[in-house]
């Protein structure tokens, strides 16, 4: 099994939901479209996943095995901040980027604020029923999790995951990243112009349908 269960086979199967397309699970890791075909071909013929009108794993011990080898892969090498992005599609419950990660995602990665490579949260909004699984799942991966965000002096690496439980999520999709609604996104930019306020014209300029009224100085640039 472990000779077809490479790291990106592994991650594959995490990142199937059933009826996916190959094109839909490489957005999904963010991974070149060849790449995800190829490891895919190799797991229908070992067995292990099925296409039938959309991908399927045929067993989920399959599923847990997989689980078990990206974790285990984590353990060793920590994950890069890139890969951590990807981490929380692998669990089972629905979650939601949010906060800086939220105009992250909506500005399609052109605004970065607020944080370092050595010391890099990410702010995930999830639902209030899943938040021990969660602190489970992240700390399989050695990731600590917390409500708001720690010091870097507590924290024995640079990565963090902030949760921000929910009553429930209203989940949109930018490239693959879930994220909550621009509206909410850009309410929270409003309540922190100082911080977002170029960010806040960034998106006034990629999409059309947004009438902002915000212009700024190129000397007011966020650093990223």
């Known amino acids: 099994m472990y000779e077809v269960l490479d790291d990106t086979a592994a991650q594959i199967i995490l990142a199937i939901e059933n009826g996916d397309s190959i094109r839909r699970v490489a957005q999904h890791l963010h991974t070149p479209y060849e790449t995800v075909r190829q490891a895919t071909n190799r797991l229908e013929d070992a067995g292990y996943v099925s296409y039938d009108d959309g991908l399927s794993v ?17 353990g060793v090498s920590p994950p890069s901040i890139e890969e951590t992005y990807v981490i929380p ?22 605004y ?32 600590p999790t917390a409500f708001e965000r720690q010091p870097r002096d507590k ?8 949760l921000e439980p929910r009553p429930s999520l ?3 999709h930018v490239e693959g990243y879930p994220v909550i609604p621009r509206a909410e996104t850009i309410e929270y930019m409003r309540e922190n112009y100082a911080q977002f306020q170029s960010a806040l014209a960034m998106l006034d300029r990629m999409y059309e349908d947004l009438d902002l009224g915000v212009t700024y100085r190129e000397t007011e640039r966020a650093q990223i």
Request: no cysteine.
């Open 170 to 172: 209203n989940v949109n």
């Open 89 to 110: 599609q692998f669990g089972d419950w629905p979650f939601s980027f949010t906060r800086i990660d939220a105009v992250y995602v909506w500005t399609q990665g052109g």
């Open 58 to 74: 045929v067993d989920e011990r399959v599923r847990d095995a997989a689980r078990e080898l990206v974790a285990a892969s984590a």
């Open 112 to 143: 970065q604020v607020g944080r370092k490579p050595n010391d890099y949260p990410l702010f995930l909004a999830v639902r209030e029923q899943d938040v021990d699984d969660w602190e489970v799942f992240f700390e399989s991966f050695d990731l």
């Open 155 to 162: 924290l024995d690496g640079p990565l963090q995951i902030v």
